[in-house]
């Protein structure tokens, strides 16, 4: 009987947990779920004979390692900050881990290592990223083969509400880790744009957007994601004029999540004393100086910031809670924890009401030997169930849960520390992908 222990069991991680559950019989495997949250972890499993919960802080080693060690892979869905030490401990244990993070930057340090102990670190299992990077890799090895040269790659990701979904001010809901939404562009962004690099500090990411036609959904905005220049190397792209990766929202957000950055309340560092008996109008204080004119705080935030009083951002900071005098209540220590409880409270996706997925390429290639040009936007739109599982659980879980699969059954033999743009890992996972419903739609024409 082979063992999958699953870390997490979080907003992204239900369809995984029971895709991995309804095979459980048919493979002979059992699937643990371990989380701090008990409760989670045992509504995850169900009450399925062959799952269970465990009550698990990460920072257990005894427990994290005794759990491991009896494992045959790890499904890490915790945050990115604890992926290098799990993977530490699974190549100690030579245990296959699957992550659906942002590849750690030291991860790629213990490639060798893993190909001697003969186990696959597989990062960057998700959507975004994930699915993005297969689905890339899909169609600039097919362009590839066709004597085709890339000059141009843009690629958007998007999880937010579908279109009739308007519960809120801001066109937005909390599906997945509010962190992420938090701390987006914390890093800046870098990118190519007609030959010229691009570079963007943390409080100029929401500024630079622009529209993007999504067939189906209409117009979104779009702002630059991370460092879109190190896929260059990653996709082999070293003769594109342009390369940008980008996020899709709903027009609106950016300017007032801009204005959030510029207060300067996305900051997981800074520890702030005695936020549970702080008002929230207290705590938005904090951020803007003691002089200014009058006490009315919708004016000096605004004064401070360069905006209307009476504007719309101001109006989006009301709604969020910003200048009230309730409590912030909740042994909180970051002005990023309290945003992100600002998040849960005022964003939940109603009830009834779906999440939207959106990945979109779109790719400009060169065929010299045809003398043309031609334009590929792929594009998938993934819509969630309501009252059921999300869109962003879905096609999150759903490629580390294939991945896990082939792993186990002996489907997926490549080994060493890997994101999935190695066609032993994306041609069977797209696959599987597509037998679940999750697949591209590919519109080409010629272009002058």
Request: net charge positive; no cysteine.
């Given at each position: 009987m082979k063992n999958i222990l699953i870390l997490g069991a979080g907003q992204s991680a239900p369809y995984l947990i029971r895709y991995l559950l309804d095979r459980s019989e048919k493979n002979d495997w059992r699937v643990t779920v371990a989380d701090k949250n008990y409760e989670l972890a045992k509504e995850r499993v169900n009450g399925n004979p062959r799952g269970e919960a465990i009550d698990f802080d990460i920072n257990d080693t005894y427990l994290r390692n005794k759990l491991i060690e009896k494992s045959d892979i790890v499904i890490n869905m915790l945050s990115p900050t604890f992926q290098y030490m799990v993977a530490l401990d699974c190549l100690e244990h030579k245990t296959h881990m699957i992550s659906a993070s942002y590849e750690n930057n030291q991860i790629p340090s213990l490639h060798k290592d893993a190909l001697m102990e003969d186990i696959l670190i597989l990062n960057e299992m998700g959507l975004d990223p994930g699915i993005d990077h297969m689905s890339a890799m899909h169609i600039i090895n097919s362009i590839r083969e066709k004597g085709g040269v890339i000059s141009c790659f843009i690629s958007y990701g998007s999880g937010i509400p579908a279109p009739e979904v308007q519960s809120n001010p801001m066109n937005y809901c909390i599906t997945w880790n509010p962190r992420n939404v938090i701390m987006a562009g914390e890093t800046g962004a870098l990118y190519m744009e007609n030959k010229k690099i691009k570079v963007l500090s943390h409080n100029h990411v929401f500024r630079r957007t622009w529209d993007v036609e999504v067939e189906g959904v209409g117009k979104l905005e779009a702002y630059p994601n991370r460092n879109s220049l190190i896929y260059q190397d990653i996709f082999k792209l070293h003769k594109v004029h342009t390369m940008i990766r980008g996020t899709l929202r709903y027009h609106g957000w950016s300017e007032t999540w801009h204005q959030i950055i510029r207060l300067g309340i996305p900051n997981?560092?800074?520890?702030?004393?005695?936020?549970k008996n702080t008002t929230y109008e207290e705590f938005t204080r904090m951020f803007i100086p003691l002089q200014g004119s009058g006490s009315n705080i919708k004016s000096r935030v605004a004064n401070y910031l360069n905006i209307s009083?009476?504007?719309?951002?101001?109006?989006?900071?009301?709604?969020?809670?910003?200048?009230?005098?309730?409590?912030?209540?909740?042994?909180?220590?970051?002005?990023?924890?309290?945003?992100?409880?600002?998040?849960?409270?005022?964003?939940?996706?109603?009830?009834?009401?779906?999440?939207?997925?959106i990945l979109q390429h779109q790719i400009e290639a060169e065929f010299p030997e045809q003398k043309k040009?031609?334009?590929?936007?792929?594009?998938?739109?993934?819509?969630?169930?309501?009252?059921?599982?999300?869109?962003i659980a879905k096609t999150v879980g759903m490629p580390a849960a294939i991945a896990a699969e082939l792993v186990l059954t002996g489907k997926l033999k490549i080994r060493g520390c890997r994101i999935p743009t190695h066609p032993d890992i994306y041609k069977p996972v797209l696959k599987e992908l597509k037998k679940n419903g999750i697949k591209f739609v590919e519109r080409t024409k010629t272009v002058k």
């Open positions: 997981e560092h800074m520890r702030i004393p005695n936020l009083p009476t504007g719309k951002i101001i109006q989006n900071f009301e709604w969020l809670g910003l200048f009230s005098d309730k409590k912030i209540g909740e042994n909180l220590e970051t002005p990023a924890k309290v945003l992100e409880k600002i998040l849960r409270e005022k964003m939940p996706l109603p009830e009834g009401q779906r999440d939207m997925v040009k031609k334009k590929i936007i792929s594009r998938l739109v993934e819509y969630g169930e309501p009252n059921g599982m999300t869109a």
